[in-house]
């Protein structure tokens, strides 16, 4: 049997065992690689003293711990997770595997905003470790990623929001806004070059809860929003035509789930940077393991989530001691396990 | 209908395609003739003239030789291979988001080259030309080889071989993802390549001297001819792969040679001027609505297009910020990019 029916309180939905399965086994490893990210630091930890220092508030690891490396980990896999679902509702909506939250342009319009800023601002507030960073590149990534996604839904409106439209203005946008990012690359010192592009490369290091609330609070309220929306995402699968018969109110279902993927995006891209590949990948990655339809919401969030940490794994061990942004890696990780998906399905 | 009634009308479209194909290579004369006089050094259209047909060593003659002429050559030959390429890509792929990077080629190039500096310590690109080209061949291989696996979403309908759509886009983002990243990894832990690579990937046409156009040249033609023997067989395809067998095509020939075509074209481009991705992705959507959906004129008219947008873009980049330039890359997105969103808004859109 592959999907099984459930009704609660007069909703019902249809739970498929695979996808259950899928996204079980994925928060299975995502606990793991957290662990294991949490000993590494100036201190190496056992497995054991982390697992002590996150429940005893007496360890004399507890506050390393807690205060550092937990806020680092969570960040990775919260960001991984948010990402990943814009993706996925992004490709339903798109109907295009390729499209990822950057045709919303909320990753490019954050990345031109924070590589201005940087460049501006050169060495004068202190560069990566001072004021500009904790506060001022979140605030700008979020402004930029907002202005971005408001830019092309307002340009894709034209008497109702058509998919085709949306990606082509999408790329539009995309293509001035990534152009404009690389005039700006060529025309900064080279110092503040190598800073803006461990930012768009997205980076993890020295993340802290005030980095990982945002996400949280956002994952928190738009997930359950988001799978509340997925019934319309399976009929939007079909053409414009076909939607608009089956009942359901197109603009409206499209217009939500955009604005959270948009939302989604903009939290994730202004906590650690536009992560590369995660958005694209993950949904795909998803839908292969569960052998759905369309990008499955909550396994394609939990595979987004173990890409993230895993890559910053990976990154923090693979030239130590110097740290690669996890962007860098996600699609060292991510691009052979998802050509390995496309060349085991062959028949 | 009766055969008498169809004739005089395709004779009227005809006769409207090939005037819109003048016009459109009157446009590219026009912006060769403002890239040959404007500049830092503006030359009167009669010097050009003279440097072209009978120089004399005048300082105009030197400028227009030396510069000027292999730079809007080179502008010409990368906007018809992109153009081109681009239409071939979408295309194949029938996806509006493809361009010809998808193969990989972009990204092939762009990691061959900054290993090269890193290996070499080279401080420029421009001798490394033949190793950019042979990333892009290499990775392009390998996105097709990929892309030929039968199976998963769209992969389902059964014999024939080649590639379908779904899995050579996939199998390309994928590559291209992986190369980025590795190139990410050389540029962040080497300063000296970050330099180098930073006004490579924004694509300029600038200071590649005539001896880069020859380079390219041969590979150039050799895609276009490609290109031209597979417009038929992509107009099949697009009717579905089904029907296209049904009509006789050889699908698995067809692909080949177009993957084939898009290697060759943007190989060379992408190797000579950098990452100009605006032209692949956005100038087929502008020629589309012009040529409807028969690829035999699709691909002339993106051709013709993007070496006319190309050569106005580097033609505008260098007189809005003097004493600088703008990138052309740069120029291209800011310029055309609105256009192409205006255009987007005003019809509906052509699909693929």
């Known amino acids: ?347 | 209908m009766s055969a008498t009634a169809v004739a005089p009308r395709l004779r009227g479209l005809r006769a409207r395609r090939l005037s819109l194909l003048a016009v459109l290579l009157a446009a590219l004369l026009l912006a060769a003739a403002l890239s040959i006089t404007v500049g830092a050094k503006p030359v009167p259209l009669a010097d050009a003239w003279h440097a072209l047909t009978a120089p004399t060593g005048t300082d105009n003659d030197i400028v227009i030789r030396s510069l000027r002429v292999p730079r809007t050559a080179l502008g010409v030959l990368a906007g018809i291979a992109l153009g081109v390429a681009g239409a071939l890509m979408q295309g194949h792929t029938r996806n509006p988001l493809a361009d010809p990077g998808l193969l990989g080629v972009t990204q092939g190039a762009a990691f061959a080259m900054v290993t090269s500096i890193v290996v070499f310590g080279a401080s420029n690109l421009l001798g490394y030309i033949w190793l950019g080209l042979a990333g892009a061949l290499a990775a392009s291989v390998a996105v097709f080889a990929l892309g030929s696996v039968r199976g998963g979403p769209g992969g389902r309908a059964a014999g024939g071989g080649g590639p379908t759509p779904v899995t050579l886009a996939l199998a390309g983002t994928a590559v291209s993802a992986l190369l980025y990243a590795l190139t990410s990894a050389v540029v962040l832990l080497d300063e000296q390549a970050m330099d180098v690579f930073r006004f490579w990937q924004s694509g300029s046409i600038a200071a590649r001297g005539g001896a880069v156009v020859w380079q390219v040249l041969p590979f150039v033609l050799a895609g276009l001819a490609l290109a031209a023997a597979n417009a038929p067989g992509l107009n099949a395809l697009s009717l579905g792969e089904d029907v296209a067998r049904g009509l006789g095509q050889n699908i698995a020939m067809t692909r080949a040679v177009g993957v084939a075509a898009v290697t060759l074209l943007s190989g060379a481009a992408v190797a000579a001027c950098g990452s100009l991705s605006f032209v692949g992705l956005v100038v087929p959507h502008l020629a589309r609505p012009l040529s409807g959906t028969d690829h035999r004129w699709l691909l002339p008219y993106s051709g013709l297009i993007g070496a006319a947008l190309l050569l106005l873009a580097d033609v505008i980049g260098r007189v809005v910020a003097p004493p600088g330039e703008l990138e052309v890359g740069v120029v291209l997105a800011l310029i055309g990019a609105p256009f192409f969103v205006l255009l987007v808004r005003r019809r509906k859109p052509v699909r693929l």
């Open chain 1, 1 to 347: 049997m592959t999907a099984l029916p459930v009704r609660v309180a007069g909703l019902s939905f249809r739970v498929r065992p695979r996808g259950v399965a899928v996204t079980l086994a994925g928060l299975a490893v995502l606990v793991l690689l957290m662990a294991l990210n949490m000993r590494l630091g100036n201190i190496s930890m056992s497995l054991g003293s982390v697992v002590t220092g996150v429940l005893d508030p007496a360890s004399p690891d507890h506050f390393v711990v807690m205060e550092l490396r937990l806020p680092r980990a969570l960040a990775g896999a919260l960001v991984g997770a948010a990402l990943a679902l814009s993706g996925a509702i992004t490709q339903s909506v798109a109907r295009n595997p390729l499209a990822s939250p950057e045709i919303l342009g909320v990753t490019t319009g954050a990345s031109v905003a924070v590589v201005a800023g940087i460049v501006a601002a050169g060495n004068v507030y202190g560069g990566v470790s001072g004021l500009l960073s904790t506060l001022g590149v979140p605030a700008l990534a979020l402004l930029g990623g907002l202005t971005g996604a408001a830019l092309v839904y307002a340009l894709a409106w034209r008497r109702g929001l058509d998919g085709y439209r949306l990606v082509l203005v999408g790329i539009g946008v995309a293509a001035v806004f990534t152009n404009v990012k690389f005039w700006l690359l060529t025309i900064g010192d080279v110092d503040d070059t190598g800073r803006a592009m461990v930012w768009i490369s997205g980076s993890l290091n020295a993340r802290g809860w005030e980095h990982v609330t945002p996400v949280a609070l956002a994952l928190a309220v738009l997930v359950p929003a988001t799978l509340l929306g997925a019934r319309s995402l399976d009929a939007l699968r079909f053409g414009d035509d076909t939607v608009t018969a089956l009942g359901v109110r197109m603009n409206a279902a499209r217009a939500l789930m955009i604005l959270a993927a948009v939302l989604l995006a903009a939290v994730a891209t202004a906590a650690a940077g536009p992560i590369a590949f995660v958005a694209l990948a993950a949904p795909q990655i998803a839908l292969r393991l569960a052998r759905t339809g369309r990008p499955p919401l909550l396994s394609s969030a939990v595979v987004g989530a173990v890409l993230t940490a895993g890559s910053d794994l990976l990154a923090r061990t693979a030239f130590s001691p110097v740290e690669l942004p996890v962007g860098v890696v996600t699609a060292v990780l991510g691009a052979p396990y998802l050509i390995h998906l496309i060349w085991r399905a062959r028949t």
